[in-house]
């Protein structure tokens, strides 16, 4: 049974009334200084709660901080700026807070890891040359215009190691996962040098593209690196993509190891399999699932899945040897959609959320279904409950988003506020939804985390004056602020 869903919800907003008499508790964590820049956690096996992401001068430091001063940029750019690591207790209690950073940027923190240990690791982009390496760090210095640095942390915020990641070009999109003891770190790569392996599946990046200077953020090929948990050796990596831009905005791991990635691509040469289910690009931008074999040699299957405009896969979610389930969102009226959906028909103006259920043994989707309303919807997170329901977080800008009549919070109260969802096992019913924000609600691309026991962890960076708080670790402003949120989804 799953007895409590714990949403720890790092953004500024949340509405007043029946939804916040939910709240276990809330607060202002660290600002965000207009950083660009994503705010992931992890949860250890007490329920402790580590966060990252960046910051200007503004943190709440404790007196064990690795770093007590801020060491970034004080000019007001969107990159400059430092890391944070702060550890939580259940409770939401303060029990760690340090700056990370140096001289330059940090910047593009999205995701972080922990194993089972209860090792920390967190990853970022930086332009800094002063950030600290341990002795046996496999890269000792930064090669490019912005490399991944990626930093170790025991589970009582001990530092451990760190190392740079990356080549003589510009590497960031920085995403960590850690399986079976490897550290797995994903980006996104201009570098004609970045490290490879020799049996890697691509050893070269694909710069096929003609230069276009008005597109000149539309390139980078996507980079997988399996790393020692001690960050001294590289022991597998690989490019992949193709001669636009490709990234990748979900990973997880099959049965036997297998590398399950999905993202978007503007290349229309992306990689796919003999026998995908769509072979070429059906848009100008499309979603994809790719399979890689756990030694990053061998593509065993990959497909693109869109309809004739802009499509992405923000989620997937292995649920057995054959069925994947991807959430993302999409601009497409074709997108691919099955009889027994909730809603057959595209409503967005500008993106419908959608959930796919692909069968990899009949190399299709099985089950397909948009979810939406009228102005721009996104799904980016689903999980399984013990009782078989599917838990979906997102974010929705439509007044006509399906909300059930228990929600919590039944109206949008800002520009873009979260949406909680309950399905069945099936997919095919809502059995809850609800809204959550403030008065003038903006979630920045919220990342979201399951661990075992029910409990779901969401983070992200919003905008909202009216966040009820129960305690604050930094005083909020006008602008983007790192918060944090616990209800009890149960007590619906």
């Known amino acids: ?38 705010t ?19 943190l709440k430091v404790t007196n064990d901080a ?5 060491n970034g940029h004080t000019l007001d750019d969107w990159a400059g700026g430092d890391a944070f690591l702060m550890k939580l207790s259940p409770n939401g209690e303060l029990i760690y807070s340090t700056y990370i950073g140096g001289s330059g940027s940090e910047f593009y923190c999205l995701q ?3 194993d089972e240990f209860g090792n920390v690791y967190v990853g970022f982009t930086t332009d800094s040359k002063d950030l600290p390496v341990s002795d046996n760090a496999f890269q000792k210095s930064i090669k490019g215009d912005n490399d991944h640095y990626i930093i170790k942390f025991s589970n009582d915020c001990k530092y451990i190691a760190s190392t740079y990641l990356g080549g003589s070009g510009s590497d960031h999109w920085t995403r960590l996962a850690v399986h079976k003891n490897t550290l797995y770190l994903f980006g996104k790569t201009k570098s004609m040098d970045f490290p490879t392996t020799p049996k890697a599946i691509q050893k070269e990046y694909d710069n096929s593209a003609p230069l276009d200077s008005t597109n000149r953020y539309i390139v980078g090929d996507i980079t997988i690196t399996a790393l020692s948990l001690n960050l001294d050796k590289i022991l597998y990596s690989t490019y992949l993509g193709g001669n636009s831009l490709d990234f990748i905005r979900s990973c997880s791991f099959g049965l036997d190891g297998e590398i399950i990635l999905a993202g978007q691509t503007y290349s229309d040469n992306f990689p796919t399999s003999k026998n995908a289910y769509q072979k070429s690009m059906n848009g100008k931008q499309d979603g994809f699932l790719t399979i890689l074999n756990q030694k990053l040699s061998k593509i065993e299957y990959s497909t693109f899945i869109g309809g004739d405009s802009t499509d992405l896969v923000n989620y997937i979610f292995v649920e057995d040897a054959d069925n994947i389930i991807l959430a993302g969102e999409t601009k497409s009226p074709n997108f691919p959609i099955t009889f027994d959906a909730i809603s057959k028909k ?3 103006g500008n993106a419908d959320g959608f959930i796919t259920r692909f069968n990899l043994k009949s190399n299709k989707p099985v089950y ?7 102005r721009t919807d996104h799904l980016r997170y689903i999980a399984k409950t013990e009782k078989q329901e599917y838990v979906l977080v997102g974010t929705s800008a439509s007044k006509d988003f399906p909300i059930t009549n228990d929600a919590l919070d039944q109206s949008i109260d800002g520009g873009l506020d979260l949406v909680v969802l309950l399905l069945d096992k099936t ?4 059995e809850y939804s609800t809204f959550g924000g403030g008065s003038k609600q903006r979630i920045m691309d919220p990342i979201f985390n399951y661990f075992e026991g029910g409990n779901l962890i969401i983070t992200s960076m919003c ?7 129960t305690f604050k670790y930094t005083e909020p402003n006008n602008s983007w602020t790192n918060c944090i949120w616990k209800f009890d989804l149960n007590s619906k």
Do not use: C, W
């Open 112 to 114: 972080m890891s922990i």
């Open 427 to 430: 997919l095919k019913t809502i």
């Open 66 to 70: 690795m770093q007590k001063n801020y």
């Open 463 to 469: 905008v909202t004056p009216d966040f009820p708080a």
């Open 1 to 38: 049974m799953m007895k409590t869903i714990l949403i720890t919800l790092l953004y500024t907003g949340i509405a007043s009334g029946i939804f916040a008499q939910k709240i276990d508790f809330s607060g202002y964590l660290a600002p965000s200084g207009g950083v660009h820049t994503s």
């Open 368 to 374: 397909s279904t948009f979810i939406g309303g009228e």
């Open 40 to 58: 992931p956690s992890v949860v250890d096996k007490n329920g402790n709660i580590f966060v990252a992401g960046g910051t200007r001068e503004g």
């Open 346 to 348: 595209y409503i967005g």
